[in-house]
Structures are given as C-alpha cells and as structure tokens.
DNA sequence: TCGCGGAGTGCAAACGTTTGCAGAAAACTA
DNA sequence: TAGTTTTCTGCAAACGTTTGCACTCCGCGA
C-alpha cells in the first residue's frame, strides 16, 4: 500500500534507479529530475524503506542499545545522550530492557544482531566469554565493564570508592560497610576492591554485605544487617539502594547522618531531592553513552576497535554523611575535579 | 559473512525453501530432514535475517514505543510492561524518547514506520490532526489522549482529581491551585477539567497555574508563585512535579503538610521514599503498556481497531496532605478501589 | 571532421528471505 | 491393482532497494 521506489518511477517517467540516486547520491542526478522525482515522491508519500536498503547496504543505521533496567534512574541519563548523538549521524536507537538477568541479555543481543548495526551493552550481567562469543556476531561497545579485546566505557568507580571511603574515614569513620551490587557485576567488584584497600590505607574495617538486587528496595532490605553490624557509615553501590537503606533506618529508628553515614555512587537527579541530599560519587553517564555511540560508529568498516576509555568520577558532599565517633582529620575530603559532564571531547584515555 | 540460508541448504543438501519451511513452517517438512538442516544450521551459526524476512512477509514482528521522557519514572512501568507483553508474542519492542518535542515525535514516528508493525504513542505533544495523518503511515495506539477514530489507551485522570479535590475538600482547603503540566498534553487538560469541575462542587476555588515542564524542576518552579497565591493547598500534574515543589516550598521556609498540602498524580515508586511520602493519585501504568500491545497486536491483518480503553484511578494518601483551615468535613476521603495494578484482563471497556 | 571525456540515465543483478505452484514419492482406499 | 490422497521437496517469482556497467548525448579541442 504505502508508495514504493517504481511508484514515484513512474509518476515521474524515468527509471527506479535515477530515483534511488535521487535519494542516496543526488549529486549523480540532474538537478532538473532530481526535482521532478522529489515532487513526484513529496507527492505520492514515498519513503525509502530502510530494510530493503539495509539488505543491499548492509547497514540499517540502527543501534540497540541494552540495559540492564531502564526504571534504574542510572540509565536514562545515558540513554538520551546516546541518542542524541546517534541522532545527529542519522542512526537511531533501540532501547531494551533485560530486567537484570543474564539469559535475556544473550537472547537480546542475538535477536537484536540483524536488525542493527552494532550494540551497546550497558552494565552486563552475562560472563566475559559470552560476550566476547556475541561480539563475533554484531559490533560491541560495552559500558560499564572492562574487557580486554573489546572496545569498552567505564567510569573510574575505583577511584571515586576511594575518594568516598577517604572522605568517611576523614570524618571519624572506622566501622564501615559496603553494601555490594548485584551478581556478575564488573563495577560492584571494582568498587569492593578499591574500597578494601583504601580502607586498609586508612585504618578502617570494611564490612561487605552482598550480593544485592541494586534498587531502592535492595537497599531497605540490608538495614537490619548494617544496623547488626554495627557501622557507623555505609557506602552503597549505588545512589537507588543507599536512598532505599536510609528509609530503611529510619524504620529501625535510626537517623542519617547522626547515627549512620551514607554514601552512594552515580549522582542520579533523585539524590538532591531526599532528605537528607545525598552524598555521592558522580559518574558522568551522559559522556558515557556518547562516548559508546563514538566508539561503534568509529570504526567505519574496519572492523574491532578495541579502545578502552575511562571516565572520571567525582565525589560529591551533600547532607548524608557526618562527624563519626573516632578522631577527625583534617584532610581534606573534598571532590576531584573530573570531565565536565557535558564534554564529549575529553575522554580520558586509558 | 554471516551464514545465510544458502549456506545452511548447501550444507545440508537440500534446497533453500526446505530451510526456510524448517524455520517458518517445521509442520512440512520430515522430521528427519529438519533435524539434519538444524544441526547444519546449528553448526555454521545461521539465523534468519529478520529484515528479509520482513521484506516480504510485511511484518517485522517489532514495535516501537514513543514515550515522551524516557527519564520520567512514570514510564519505566509501561515500557518494562509492555515488552513483556510483547515478548512474550515474539515481539520485540524498541523504546525511543522524544524530549518532550513535538516535532521529534513526528520525525521519529516516521522513521520507525517501515521498521515496525505498529507505534505506540504514549503521552504525545503533537496535534490530533497530525497523529491522525501519521495513523494513516502505519498502525498507530495512543496511549494517554483519547482521540475518537484511533484505538487509545487512557488512565481516568478525571477520576483521579476529581477524588484528590474531593479529599483536599474534605480537609478543610478552600484555596487550591492547580499545578498544570505541559503544552499539547491531553491529560494535563483532563485534570484541569475534572478539577475545576470538582472543586466548584465543593465551594473550593482553584488558581491553574501553568503549562509547566513536567519535571522536578519544573516544580520547584512554581514554588513561589504557589507561596504568593496563597493557597493552603495543592494538586499537581505528577509525582515528580509534587516532588519538586514540595523541596522549592522548603527552600521557602512553607513545610508540607503543615503550611501546605501537596497531592501530586501517578504513584512513581519514589513518591513512597520522599519525606514527607506523597498522597497521590495511582495510575496503573503497567496495564497501560500491556493492554496498549494487545490493541496494536489484535487485529491481525483487519486493520483499524479503534477500542478505546479507560483505566481506573485510585487515590492513595500518605503523609503529604493534612487539615486545612476550613471546617473539616468528614466525608469518606479514602481511595477507590480501582483495577488491580497486575491485572491485564480486567481492563475497563469504556 | 574526428576523437575524447563527462554528465546523465537505464539495465539488470544482486541482497536473504517467503510462498504459490507443481511434481514425485509414499501412503492410503476400495 | 489402480486410483486417490497425503507428504515432502524443489522451482522460481516476488519483496524494495542499491550499484557496477554500459549507453547516449553533448560540448570541446585539435
């Protein structure tokens, strides 16, 4: 029914091909025809169907892009600045969800493989091997996991642990716990590894309760444990589940930051909004998703870019953490000046 | 590079159709050969191209989904509902975002017209007579405007500020403003409606104030003008906005919901964690995104259902809302019993 | 006058599938 | 046994594009 590339043919008397040209090389056509065919085609509704272009091409100028949960308030951020940068080459972007389970992931990226011309992985859940398996069958940027022969983005979280856990122990600190992300989780082990040696460093125990589901309610659900535990500040894997734990205290009676210090990672929009704000490590998750974008869109035919970028983070002081019970240094707790969220240009290499 | 279905019929010795029939119609072909060509298909890594395959069967068995603000934590729901409705149909669906810009949305809808079965449209900003124009480029649900004609998915945001008035009333307010939301947004002008209907019933006077972003920010916006209009109490077009406000009232020494009453629309998980938790209006969400998937999949090849779906509200009141300074009335404040929020098959037919 | 080159266009073969039709073999039915 | 149906498979034409090749004109310089 809809107007196909014959129909404007011959509407406007030459052959299908002078109006493909039109199309996708109008430089080859002359000016006058151009303008007829265009007419005809304005006229008749045409639109050139991208599939069958894409068989002969062999490129739909689409890109998936894979979350692990798109109501974690994480990925929106990334999402539309992924797709705006697509936007801007004339790729479009293809959301899907696996609801946080490693089978769905596989089955999406396969079922996505066709249809686009490469995927962005965000926060896998799914073993290294089987993404290096899937990456033989579509172009893969992965974000949010370093992996050696792929091209991926991750966001320094090591660092921005140490700087929280730096900040916690500055304050008096020596109890801590960290409440770990979910199973098969790059960053969640980035940050427990870093966490425990800078606690080491600063004489401070570290308390590791997880795996965890890493939403608002994961974090309600540890409270009892961190209040067992008997620590005097927490870091979470994430802003959702340390906003989740400070409700769950306070259902226990227990008040932040007097009683306990909380501190999560990702500066999502929500953690200016409770009470008490939120101290966080911020994670540029916009530059993320247009450095993901970049990367797949980099390597025009040669194949396997393996670039690996890493995105400072930065340490943001809100009202959730405070003065704990040991002696209080003076050093000084304060963020890192790190890539200005809106700077595409400035990735630091790794 | 990919293995094709020539491929797999060379290997197998049989030809090309028997390989297709193997993976579109298994029933006609011998058991013992479709086992053959499976695991030769197995063995070199073949899966159909989905784009060929569309091609000619017409159908590419995905849908696009059009959301407004993919940031917004209303759609989260809808957009996870909805794939798994459709997954579980052998659909894929692929979420775009449009900014909140009308025009984005037309250009993406028409992007997506030759690479899906159908469009969902949830909360669109354009005009009728466009999206009816658009309805004529590909099978089209609106979900979040009613709009004879077009098979529509709507949740009786009429209803629920109706109740919200009704509640406000009964606790003594008088003076109520409307928080309205964006320009083009068929629901803000339902809520306005219902409201200013609701309200004279109940000797209230409500100032509308508005069209706003529908954001937190765009809440806090408003905070000012709300202090100045004198109001004791509020009705916003969502939880994010009532969100934003109630942390602009703070910044402007009002406390809620002791100087001012905040009840805000659509139940988003985090109107549950802020402090004070929010009174507000439910809207099931999630049976929005299922019931908009089964109208776009149900008329198989008849096409143009127009169905027009209206899904109950519910109020829920939390801590956000306390006595005015009226006489207060003890008229039954509480929460209609509405369509359990996991129930697909229970949608309400208008 | 001839030859040459460039600009514009048409021709037809691809791309990877599905599917109506027809033929062959096998399995029934009477 | 012969006829009839069923089951399976192959053939070839689509689907809507892109693109290398070849052809025709036309203008230009020698």
């Known amino acids: 029914m809809p107007a196909t590339i014959?129909?404007?043919?011959?509407?406007?008397?030459?052959?299908?091909?002078?109006?493909?040209?039109?199309?996708s090389a109008p430089h080859l056509v002359n000016p006058e025809t151009r303008s007829r065919v265009l007419a005809c085609a304005e006229h008749l509704g045409y639109r050139p169907n991208r599939a069958a272009r894409a068989l002969i091409?062999?490129?739909?100028?689409?890109i998936g892009l894979i979350v692990a949960d798109i109501a974690n308030p994480f990925f929106p951020p990334l999402i539309k600045a992924a797709e705006s940068q697509a936007r801007q080459r004339d790729y479009h972007i293809f959301v899907t969800d696996t609801n946080e389970d490693?089978?769905?992931e596989e089955g999406l990226v396969r079922a996505l493989a066709k249809q686009v011309d490469g995927v962005l992985l965000c926060s896998p859940r799914m073993s290294n091997?089987?993404?290096?398996?899937?990456?033989?069958?579509?172009?893969?940027?992965?974000?949010?996991?370093?992996?050696?022969?792929?091209?991926?983005?991750?966001?320094d979280v090591a660092q921005g642990a140490r700087l929280a856990i730096d900040h916690l122990s500055g304050l008096g600190h020596r109890q801590i716990a960290l409440v770990a992300g979910p199973r098969g989780s790059w960053t969640s082990r980035e940050i427990r590894r870093s966490a425990m040696s800078a606690a080491r460093a600063n004489d401070a125990e570290l308390a590791v309760i997880g795996p965890n589901q890493p939403t608002e309610d994961g974090g309600m659900a540890v409270?009892?444990?961190i209040v067992r535990a008997g620590v005097t500040a927490v870091l979470a894997y994430n802003d959702l589940m340390a906003i989740g734990l400070i409700e769950g205290l306070s259902t226990l009676g227990r008040s932040v930051?007097?009683?306990?210090?909380?501190?999560g990672i990702d500066d999502i929009a929500l953690s200016?909004?409770?009470?008490?704000?939120?101290?966080?490590?911020?994670?540029?998750?916009?530059?993320?998703?247009?450095?993901?974008?970049?990367?797949?869109?980099?390597?025009?035919?040669?194949?396997?870019?393996?670039?690996?970028?890493?995105?400072?983070?930065?340490?943001?002081?809100?009202?959730?953490t405070g003065p704990g019970p040991g002696p209080h240094s003076h050093a000084d707790p304060g963020g890192v000046v790190a890539t200005a969220p809106g700077e595409v240009a400035s990735y630091a290499k790794e």
Chains 1, 2 share one sequence.
């Open 223 to 225: 409270a009892e444990q």
């Open 272 to 320: 200016r909004l409770t009470r008490p704000k939120l101290t966080t490590v911020a994670t540029p998750t916009a530059a993320a998703g247009r450095a993901a974008v970049d990367m797949l869109l980099a390597h025009g035919d040669d194949r396997r870019t393996t670039a690996q970028i890493t995105l400072q983070t930065e340490l943001v002081i809100r009202d959730s």
């Open 57 to 62: 091409t062999g490129r739909t100028h689409n």
């Open 129 to 155: 091997s089987l993404i290096e398996q899937l990456s033989r069958e579509v172009p893969l940027v992965v974000v949010n996991r370093q992996l050696t022969g792929l091209p991926t983005v991750v966001m």
């Open 102 to 104: 490693a089978s769905v």
């Open 6 to 23: 014959r129909d404007v043919a011959r509407e406007s008397g030459v052959h299908i091909s002078t109006v493909s040209r039109t199309f």
């Open 257 to 263: 930051p007097e009683d306990i210090s909380v501190v």
